[in-house]
Structures are given as C-alpha cells and as structure tokens.
C-alpha cells in the first residue's frame, strides 16, 4: 500500500488577491469607522437626532410602507428600533467594504460612495420636521472624514502592494529562491523591503478603526451629556392634584398568581413610537403654543402648566399596533391639567373639528375635537404613578384623551396644540392609511394559564383583563374547546376609562390539550367580535385563546 501523496499548501500566490481583497475593504470599513466618530462629535453642537445614522434611520422610519412597519413590530416588538439600527450600520459597512476596493482602483470613486453617504445624511436631516440648516452639519462632516480617510488609506495600501511586488523575485523574472531554514526562534537578520510598509498600513488601517470607534462613542457620551435633563426631571416639584382621586380598592384586582398588575409600573409600561432617540426637553425650557382656530391663542411655559388645577386620572392606554392579546397596553394614575378648560379659555372657533398635537420630534397626532369637549378627562399629563412623566413617556408633557388608541390622543413630548379641521390637515398615520379617528375596540385577553402551560386536572384558575375605554366593559365570558361560554367573575368596575380583570375557575377533568377562548362585553352591549382582524387600518380584532395540556 502507497503512502497518500498529501495536498500541498496553499501557495503564497494563491493567498495574496484574497489577502488584498480583505486589506482593501478594510480601509474601507476603517474610513467608515472614522466617519461615523466625526459625525457623532459633530452632532454635540446639534443634538443626537441629527448624527448621521439616526438622521438616516428616522427619515427611513417616514419611508418605510405601513405593512412593512407592522411587520417589524409585529415579528420584533419593542426592539423594532435595534434592528433597524442594526440593518443601516450593516448596509454601511457593506457600502464601506465596496468603497475600500473601489478605492485602490479608482480612489475618486471611493471617496464618492462617502461623499455620498454624507449628501444622504444631510438630506435626511434636513427633511425632518422643524430642523435647521445646521443640522446637515454632522453628516457632511462624516462625508469628508471618510472620504479623506479612504484616499489616504487606499494610496498608503497600494504603495505597500506596489512595494512587495517589486521586491518579489518573480517580479523580476528570476527564480523564486527557496524558504530561508528556522533560525530556533530567532529573528532573521533581514526583511524584505516592502514587509514595513504592510506593517505601516495595518498600524493606520487599525489606528483609524480605533481613532474612529473611540470619537464615536466619546461623541455620543458628550452629547448624551450636555443634553441631558435628568436633573431638570428630578427637580421637578409635582403640585398636589386640586381633588385627589382616592386609592384603587384592592378588589380591582382578582387574587390568582400570575395576572398582571391592575396599575402597570412605569418601567413595565409599553413603549411604541417613532423616536429612535428620545427627544430631552428642558422644561424650564418648554413652551406649549395653543393657535389655530382660536380666538386667543397663546404660549404656555412649564410653570404656567404647573399653576393650572391639576387633576389625576386614572386611565387605560392602549395601541393600535396591538395584536390579539397582545401586551401594548398599560394603567397608569395620570396628574394633570385639563385639557376641555384650556381650550375653552382659547375660545373654540366654529368650523373646527380636529386637535392637532405635534410632538418636539415632529410627529403629528389629530384627535376629534368634539370628543375632547364631550365631558371625558382630557389632560396635559405631567406626572404617571406619581412621578414626573419619565423620558420616554413624554416628559415633560403629553396629552391624553380616553377612548382613542395612542396614534389619534395621546401625544408624547408635546409642544405644540393645533385646532383645525379634518378636512385641512392629515396627521401622520393618516397619511399612512390608519383610521382617523382612532376609537379603541373592545378587547381581552387570557394571561393565566400562560400559552401551553400545563396543569394538574382538577380546578384551574383562568384569568385575564379586558378593556373598551371610555365605554366599560360588563360581561368577559369564557369557553373551552368550543363548548357553551361561561361568564368570569368581574372584579371590581374602577370606571369607563380603566381596564377590568376577570377570573374563572375551570373544572379540568379531562386530561390532554384544550383549548381556551374569551370574549368580552362593553357597557353599551356590544360583543366583541369573532372575527379576526390585523391592527391595520383600525385596530386588532378576534377573540383571544390559548392552550393548555391537562395533566
């Protein structure tokens, strides 16, 4: 038997295009690197919204189609806003990798791939909402830091390329002489010429990378920095309401392990909006402007909000991003001025049926303005659960009115009120195809057992909330594998505006898997109904099941 021949080594020739191809790309990333650092050192003299990854990413936010922005809520949730950032820093370092190659080629064409990342940047700075000729600056900049950088890099790579070919012997048409023997660890007493000049474009490729992600992140901390307004929040003294709402009876809640808190935690409060950075307002700072169809328009500060007679309110916000059974929804005791006297005393025009909010970001929320007017508590919200509102629910001021999902009331980081028609003006997600008006369905859902929980035969607790805001909810009823529907225990009704938990007490007999449903009732009568449908255009609806295996 013949010994198998073994394969020989890649040989240095083999290497070397793939070894340039990486080399070139990494000047290209490098430069990206250098880039995105000035940007972000660019953008303390304007703000985080305006460096250029978040300029970018927020005019992609007012691009993206509307199905495609439920998807990503939908599949990604709360983290919808980390994997968008994800997907533009990925497409740049691709862009990147590209302009490194293009560059040791033709270096004018690498540095136009950054020179137009800047230019697109800068456009989408300037495109957003309120935004100043100087916000396009960190873009720009980011543009010609990483076009200097890649012609600097590229030119330094292919000196070094140049340098070693001709140092090769086969450049020169000569033999190419055999490996010199190990020297037992020691050095050898020569180099080849060119080996200093790869080393030297290693040292600045990897020191431009570093000098790059160092001016980034020191970028974003001073930035974070001088526009920070924790202390500002924390200085925030909160008057007592006019009339304090007495404490929520325990009975609101039923006593079965495992259903959510009647009064969500603020930290446990859902978030969905548009901001991929939190707009900070000072609120010594702050203005509300009140104009439009008014006969008395006027500039409110913070401290004149704070003189107003606060009320607290009670209160069950929900999204209309909400799936069936979905967690988008949360209680919280409100503090805050009332909205109905505010425009009253601005003296109301005729002809005008929509509020307009526009948040410090922007965005633009319309609401009926009859429905604001209707007697419902309406507020200018300053604090949640008794603290000042926390950054990013809208500190320091938003607006709320009960019966609508978030998109058509309840403007965050508000700054600006509008009374205007509907016929004048198309708020946001109108423009995007959502319902005008916004009223909340009527829905419930099942949070015990949880999904595919499995549980002792015998008597099982299932329970869970309901909700129809502003109209109560009367009956939540209950049914396994399609069976008659059973009515749950209603706990005790805290009002029209809150959700309401229920329970039931199940006698699973039969072991294996079932299926569990739930339908609720408003106060007025109508039943939830079967029918599934997505949140576009007007909300989710469909009754909630879960199953369970009996064991």
């Keep these: ?53 978040i300029a970018v990413g927020s005019a992609a936010i007012d691009l993206t189609p509307t199905p495609l922005k439920e998807y990503a809520v939908r599949t990604f949730g709360t983290h919808d806003k980390a994997v968008l950032l994800g997907g533009i820093y990925l497409t740049m370092a691709l862009l990147a990798a590209l302009a490194g190659l293009l560059a040791v080629r033709r270096p004018a064409a690498g540095a ?59 450049a020169a048409g000569e033999p190419e002489e055999p490996e010199e023997p190990e020297h037992d660890g020691q050095e050898p007493l020569s180099r080849p010429a060119g080996s200093t000049s790869r080393r030297t474009v290693l040292a600045a490729t990897a020191g431009t990378f570093a000098a790059g992600a160092l001016a980034g992140t020191a970028g974003r901390a001073l930035t974070d920095r001088r526009f920070d307004v924790t202390a500002a929040r924390g200085a925030v003294r909160l008057p007592a309401p006019a009339e304090p709402l007495p404490a929520l009876p325990a009975a609101v809640h039923p006593d079965v392990r495992g259903l959510s808190a009647f009064t969500t935690p603020n930290a446990d409060f859902y978030r ?8 900070r307002i000072d609120p010594r700072e702050w203005t509300l402007r009140v ?35 979905g967690p988008y929804v949360g209680t919280a005791r409100w503090l805050g001025a009332s909205l109905p006297a505010l425009l009253r005393r601005a003296g109301v025009r005729a002809g005008a049926d929509q509020l307009v909010g526009r948040s410090k970001d922007g965005m633009t929320i319309g609401t009926p303005l009859e429905s604001v007017l209707d007697g419902r508590r309406a507020l200018l919200a300053v604090a949640m659960n008794g603290e000042a509102l926390p950054l990013a629910h809208g500190f320091p001021c938003r607006s709320l009115v009960p019966g609508f999902y978030g998109y058509a009331s309840a403007t965050k980081w508000l700054v600006d009120l509008e009374v205007t028609a509907f016929a004048a003006f198309d708020p946001y997600w109108v423009r995007r195809g959502w319902d005008r008006t916004g009223v909340v369905r009527t829905a419930s859902r099942i949070e015990v057992p949880a999904p595919f929980a499995k549980v002792p035969a015998g008597d099982v607790d299932v329970a869970g909330t309901a909700w129809a805001t502003h109209r109560g909810i009367a009956a939540v009823e209950v049914r396994i594998d399609e069976g008659p529907w059973q009515r ?48 576009f255009p007007a909300g989710a609806t469909g009754w909630h099941s879960t199953v369970v295996t009996v064991t």
């Design 488 to 535: 749950a225990e209603l706990a005790v009704d805290a009002g029209p505006d809150l959700w309401r938990q229920w329970s039931y007490r199940w006698p699973a007999a039969a072991p294996g898997t079932h299926r569990v449903e739930v339908r609720a009732t408003d106060a007025g009568g109508a039943v939830q109904p079967e029918r599934r449908a997505t949140p």
């Design 1 to 53: 038997m013949t010994d198998e021949p073994t394969p020989p080594a890649a040989s240095p020739g083999r290497r070397r295009p793939l070894l340039r191809t990486a080399g070139a790309a990494g000047t290209g990333l490098a430069s990206a690197a250098a880039a995105l650092g000035a940007g972000e050192l660019a953008a303390y003299a304007t703000g985080a919204p305006t460096a250029p990854v």
């Design 291 to 325: 104009h439009g169809l008014v006969d008395r328009p006027r500039l409110l500060t913070f401290d004149e909000l704070l003189r107003e007679p606060l009320e607290e309110l009670d209160y069950t916000l929900s999204c209309v991003s909400n799936e069936v059974g």
């Design 112 to 170: 136009v791939v950054f020179g137009a990342f800047g230019a697109l940047g800068a456009w989408a700075a300037l495109s957003r909402p309120g935004a100043a000729a100087a916000d396009c600056a960190p873009s720009l900049v980011a543009g010609l830091v990483g076009a200097v950088a890649v012609l600097l890099l590229a030119g330094l790579f292919c000196r070094a390329v140049s340098m070693a070919a001709a140092q090769r012997p086969e």
């Design 272 to 279: 969905v909006d548009t901001a991929l950075v939190l707009p």
